[in-house]
């Protein structure tokens, strides 16, 4: 029985999985302790999981990303939230599926998913996704199982649908169907029906594969926790689990960039090659509204970091002209989202209409050229 016991404790230590924790906030910079444990900044413009290198974050602004999606729908004059969830779904089952060891599956079917849930939404508050809180559950291995999570304040119902889904798929290797129902204001009850049918996912998402060139971006450390200083521009409310900028007070998110490059992608095929052109200009319009700060791309070096910041990539070149933008960086992601941001800000700053093209070259950097017109 202690050797059982033992197999146990060892298995969710592997998972990452402990008692529910309070988010401690580092004194100095106010980040807290798990974000900085989970994330690393490297010099290269791109931010990575500690443990898993491979695994690519942005922390961006959550209206850019949910704001880009209404515009594409607006544009296209249709719903792509049945989409957004099946993409995400996919993405976070590949995510989950490759990072939890067999055993730990094994365990976690045998003893039962709370510890799971504990820990999946207290990351979730620490990555500024909301205030969300397991509120009841079913799981008796037959066609009446449920789950269901009280949020508030969520990032965005869509995303975190997919991610519930594809979460609950890897582990508990059955189908989801998910239901949400609006309790008060921005509260949700978000339930998983889980189905005693066995999970067939025929067709898995690619893996997104980004550059990596090295460079030579440096964030000044807190000297308490190690997380770019610049991070202490941001208040996490531990409580609400909501990231906002201090001066701005927009309302920021860590998240995957190849689940939202596989939920664009998912888009194009059922959508057509209108898509790339909407979601850039869907991007366009946020930044012409005013979205960012044009002080934000008052110098070149400026504009590298707020970028590096988020995790988008490295900007290599930017040469700002009357007649135009050329822009190349390293390392990029979300591609369509940075030229829709690039051909914003140019149009922000000089108050001219613009096209614009871009492509990635041989070497996998981004080549953007805006033109007045």
């Not at 106010?30 to 791109?46: A, D, I, Q, S, Y």
């Not at 799971?116 to 799981?139: C, F, K, P």
């Not at 409310?237 to 920021?252: E, P, Q």
């Not at 108050?351 to 953007?368: Q, T």
């Amino acid at each position: 029985m202690r050797q059982a016991e033992r197999s146990i404790v060892s298995g969710w230590r592997r998972l990452g999985v402990k008692s529910m924790p309070r988010m401690k906030l580092c004194p100095e910079c106010g980040v807290p302790r798990r974000f900085t444990k989970e994330h690393m900044w490297l010099n290269n413009g791109t931010i990575v999981q500690r443990k898993n290198p491979e695994h690519r974050m942005i922390f961006i602004e959550n209206e850019n990303i949910v704001s880009t999606f209404r515009g594409v729908e607006e544009i296209i004059g249709m719903s792509i939230e049945r989409i957004i969830i099946e993409a995400k779904r996919r993405a976070s089952y590949d995510f989950v599926d490759h990072m939890l060891p067999a055993p730990v599956k094994a365990i976690v079917r045998l003893i039962g998913v709370k510890p799971v849930i504990r820990n999946v939404t207290t990351l979730g508050m620490v990555m500024g996704y909301g205030d969300m809180h397991l509120e009841s559950i079913r799981r008796a291995h037959d066609e009446g199982d449920y789950i269901t999570i009280h949020c508030r304040e969520l990032y965005s119902i869509p995303l975190f649908s997919g991610d519930f889904a594809g979460t609950f798929n890897a582990v508990d290797r059955r189908e989801v169907g998910i239901t949400y129902e609006e309790i008060g204001p921005d509260e949700y009850l978000i339930t998983g029906h889980i189905t005693p049918h066995p999970l067939e996912l025929r067709e898995r998402l690619q893996t997104m594969e980004y550059s990596h060139k090295e460079g030579d971006i440096e964030f000044e450390p807190c000297p308490r926790c190690g997380s770019p200083m610049i991070l202490s521009r941001y208040k996490w409310h531990a409580d609400r689990g909501v990231i906002l900028n201090r001066t701005s007070g927009r309302r920021m998110a860590a998240m995957g960039p190849a689940a939202l490059d596989a939920i664009i992608m998912e888009l194009e095929k059922e959508l057509g090659d209108t898509v790339p052109r909407a979601i850039v200009e869907a991007q366009r319009r946020i930044l012409r509204s005013g979205f960012y700060s044009v002080d934000e791309a008052r110098s070149p070096e400026d504009f590298r970091e707020a970028l590096a910041l988020r995790g988008m990539g490295d900007l290599k070149e930017v040469d700002w002209r009357e007649s135009g933008l050329h822009f190349r960086m390293q390392n990029p992601c979300l591609v369509l989202v940075l030229v829709g941001l690039v051909q914003g800000m140019f149009e922000l700053v000089s108050g001219a209409e613009s096209e614009v093209d871009w492509e990635i070259n041989p070497d996998g950097d981004l080549v953007v050229e805006v033109a007045a017109r």
